[in-house]
């Protein structure tokens, strides 16, 4: 069992950075699977980006490559997001991962992951 909290949220303007942390509280963070998914209201769950448990592996969904860079701090048990160039598109409520077990092949599919924060709201004015 892992339990994750979000922070980092929030209102900036467009051309903005922010960056989006993920606590990770009873499982080190190293053994998982880590994973950003991104939802707006009416829209399907986005997958944004994930860090593969046994590589360090990263992977993108294509709107957020080149300007959001996901990485891991096991000492501190938290994923980060790192999200620059930030533009009305992003505006969504953002979710961290985890998955103990999920195959490289599933990593973008928001239903192969167990473990869910609450998620932290990001909003871009234009």
């Known amino acids: 069992q892992v339990h994750l909290v979000e922070t980092g949220g929030g209102l900036v303007q467009a051309g903005e950075s922010l960056r989006l942390s993920c606590a990770a509280s009873?499982?080190?963070?190293?053994?998982?699977?880590m994973a950003w998914f991104r939802q707006s209201p009416g829209k399907e769950r986005e997958f944004v980006a994930a860090?593969?448990?046994?590589?360090?592996?990263?992977y993108y969904g294509d709107s957020v490559k080149g300007r959001f860079a996901i990485s891991r701090d096991n000492a501190k048990n938290t994923v980060h997001l790192q999200m620059d160039d930030l533009n009305p598109e992003d505006t969504a409520v953002y979710y961290c991962?985890?998955?103990?077990?999920?195959?490289?092949?599933?990593?973008?599919?928001?239903?192969?992951?167990?473990?869910w924060g609450q998620g932290t709201q990001v909003t871009v004015s234009s």
């Open positions: 860090i593969f448990r046994s590589s360090n592996s990263r």
């Open positions: 991962a985890a998955d103990l077990t999920l195959i490289l092949s599933s990593i973008r599919q928001h239903t192969a992951y167990d473990y």
């Open positions: 009873g499982r080190t963070v190293g053994r998982y699977t």
